[in-house]
């Protein structure tokens, strides 16, 4: 399984991968985060370089899942979403943020501000566990 967390803070998104982490040892996180050095991710700055690397550490991520490891993907731009949808089959795509910004582009949307971490969480245990 795949799933991949977008919207909210950086800090809300690796929360909730750490917690997903700790509960299953056959999961694996990929930060695309990481794959900036410095500064703010700004959608307007996405560029080649940002898709690229985005490209490449998803090849990565397909050797861990052939090995039998499921990935949680946190995502700091929609730009980047396409990209990760291609890279894979099945991706489970939930938006951690306002109920109208991503209806179309997301399976699953949650409002920070009706759902805790703890509580978005609870919701992708229950998607893992289907």
């Known amino acids: 399984m795949?799933?991949?967390l977008s919207g909210a803070s950086e800090t809300a998104r690796t929360a909730v991968a750490e917690k997903i982490l700790d509960a299953h040892k056959d999961w694996r996180h990929l930060a695309l985060e990481d794959l900036r050095e410095e500064g703010e991710w700004n959608d307007e700055e996405i560029g080649m370089e940002e898709v690229f690397g985005t490209m490449i550490a998803c090849d990565c991520a397909k050797e861990v899942e052939r090995e039998g490891c499921h990935i949680i993907i946190t995502c700091p731009s929609v730009h980047l979403?396409?990209?990760?949808?291609?890279?894979?089959?099945?991706?489970?795509?939930?938006?951690?943020?306002?109920?109208?910004?991503?209806?179309e582009?997301?399976?699953?949307?949650?409002?920070?501000k009706s759902h805790s971490v703890k509580d978005t969480c609870v919701f992708l245990e229950k998607l893992i566990r289907k």
């Open 81 to 103: 979403i396409e990209t990760v949808r291609s890279s894979f089959d099945g991706v489970v795509t939930i938006h951690m943020g306002n109920e109208t910004d991503g209806e």
């Open 105 to 112: 582009t997301f399976s699953h949307v949650l409002n920070p």
């Open 2 to 4: 795949i799933l991949l």
